[in-house]
Structure formats: structure tokens, C-alpha cells
């Protein structure tokens, strides 16, 4: 039987590029906001923004696995070359401005007297960085020769994808932080933003399921490529719904949310992203002959 596997294989430092990065970048917005808000002492500000590194290796991890795939470091002289020409460019760069700032700025806290003006500015700079960056990646693989992710659910998808999982590596990282006001309203409203994104996403991905068969080259449809595309789907479904389903039944209860669940829901949740975001690099099918 036909199959892409081979192609997703071969892609799996972008698959992990496209998993890691874009949930990563939300978790840091979403942990962000507290420490933003004037509302928050300084003590409290300053833990948050050191928890903030978190989220921050997450995205690290992923860029740091799709630098992997440039085979010569070198390579990234052009990358840069090509920015607001090519997407994909584009991506790499909003990718580097974010880390940049971002961890310049996580850097600066350990500064012994940080400026509390700087130091909001500062984390405004990289939470907008970071809105760019998601954005930039959902549309890095716009290219109208590859056929069957010339359409609207790529984009779509990826960013849903960082709405689900971003949310829930918040609620652990704000946990591991001892942020307590996560067990409350805050952990239920970005529990909810995930569990909306989840629902959304599971919906786009069947619609794309649907005109799968309907994509395809002189060789084979894009339906061929990925036959299990179904089971991925409710594979997705089941490990989001998982994930969130750990920290909602304790945010919702009178339990007290530990670090383990939320590390585990977390886990639980990204592993479905990674399933769809395989899933992704699989359907690969160029215009003509090629796959």
C-alpha cells in the first residue's frame, strides 16, 4: 500500500519543529499575561518571568530540531537571505526575533535591580513576536507546487494546534511555578480556550479528511498517501480530550491541581499534535509526478 510514512520520517525534525515551537510560544504568552498585568507584585512578577524559561526550552527544543534539517550549519546565511520572499524564510526569522527577545528578556531577570518598565515593555515585545511567529509558521508551507498543502486547513490547523496545546503547557507551567491562581479561574479559562481550539481543530482536520481524495497529481491521491488519516484523527481527539480532561477534572473539583497532571496533560496533549502534525508531513505531494 502506498503510504507517506517514509516522507514524515524523514521530516521529523520539522514534525518536531511544528509540535514543540508553536504550543511553546503560547504556553509563554499565556504565562506571560500574569506577570504583564499591573496587578502583580514584584515578587510575584519576578518568579513568573523566571518560570517563563519553561515554555521557553519547549520552543527552543523545536527550533533547535529544525536547524537540524538545514544539514550544514552554514545553510543559514540563505535561509535569512529570503525573508519576505519566502515563507519559509519568514518563518525561521520570526522564529529568531522571538527567541531573541524572549530570552534576552528572561535573561534580564536575573539582573540584580531589573526596571519594571523595561522588564513589561520588554515581555510585550516578545509576547507580539511570538503572535507573529505562530502566524508565520501556520503559512511557511504556502507553496502552490505542493498540492496538498496549497489549502486553507494548513494554516488553520497549525495555529489550532498551538491554541490547544499552548493553553495546557501553561496551566503546567504556572503550576510548577506555584502560580496559585492557576487552580482557579485562570487554569479553567485557559482549560476552556483548549478544549474550544481541540474541538475546532478535530472538525478542520475531518473536512480536510473529506477532500483528501480529491487532491492529487498525475501519480496518486493525497487520500492514498495517508490511509489511516481517520484513526489519526480520533487518535488526536482522544489524547486531547485526555489531556484536558486531567486538568479539568481537578480544576473543576475541590482537588488540589498537582505538578504530575498537569505535566501529564500536557505530554498527553502535545503527543496528539504530534500525531496530526506526522499525519501533516505524510500527505507531502508535489504537482506532476512527484510525492
Known amino acids: 500500500m502506498i503510504s507517506g510514512f517514509d516522507t514524515a520520517l524523514g521530516e ?9 515551537a508553536p504550543s511553546g510560544v503560547v504556553a509563554f504568552i499565556c504565562m506571560g499575561l500574569p506577570a504583564l498585568a499591573g496587578g502583580a507584585s514584584d515578587a510575584l512578577r519576578q518568579r513568573l518571568s523566571v518560570f517563563l524559561g519553561l515554555p521557553l526550552v519547549v520552543a527552543m527544543v523545536g527550533l533547535v530540531a529544525s536547524a537540524t534539517h538545514l544539514g550544514n550549519p552554514a545553510n543559514a546565511l540563505y535561509v535569512f537571505i529570503g525573508v519576505g520572499r519566502s515563507p519559509l ?3 525561521v ?4 526575533v522571538f527567541l531573541a527577545l524572549a ?13 519594571r ?4 515593555v520588554w515581555l510585550a515585545l516578545a509576547m ?8 508565520a509558521v501556520g503559512f511557511a508551507y504556502a507553496a502552490d507546487t505542493i498540492v496538498s498543502w496549497y489549502t486553507a486547513y494548513v494554516p488553520l490547523n497549525l495555529v489550532l494546534n498551538a491554541l490547544a496545546g499552548g493553553p495546557v503547557l501553561a496551566i503546567a507551567g504556572l503550576r510548577i511555578a506555584g502560580y496559585e491562581p492557576v487552580e482557579g479561574r485562570m487554569g479553567r479559562v485557559l482549560a476552556v480556550v483548549a478544549a474550544l481550539a481541540l474541538a475546532v481543530n478535530v472538525v478542520t482536520f475531518g473536512l480536510q479528511s473529506a477532500d483528501l481524495g480529491t487532491i492529487e497529481n498525475s501519480y496518486l491521491t493525497a487520500a492514498q498517501l495517508v490511509p489511516s488519516y481517520g484513526l489519526m484523527i480520533g487518535a ?10 486531567l486538568d479539568v477534572a481537578v480544576l473543576w473539583g475541590r482537588a488540589r491541581l498537582s505538578v504530575a497532571r498537569s505535566v501529564g496533560a500536557a505530554v498527553l496533549m502535545l503527543g496528539g499534535i ?9 500527505m507531502h505531494m508535489t504537482v506532476g509526478l512527484g510525492v
Open 12 to 20: 521529523i525534525t520539522l514534525v518536531l519543529f511544528t509540535t514543540l
Open 89 to 91: 524564510s519568514t518563518e
Open 93 to 96: 526569522f520570526f522564529a529568531v
Open 103 to 115: 530570552g534576552l528578556y528572561w535573561l534580564y531577570n536575573f539582573v540584580e535591580h531589573p526596571k
Open 117 to 120: 518598565q523595561l522588564q513589561r
Open 128 to 135: 507580539l513576536a511570538g503572535v507573529v511567529f505562530v502566524v
Open 236 to 245: 488526536f481527539g482522544v489524547l486531547g480530550m485526555a489531556g484536558i480532561g
Open 274 to 282: 504530534f500525531i496530526m502534525r506526522f499525519a501533516f508531513y505524510m
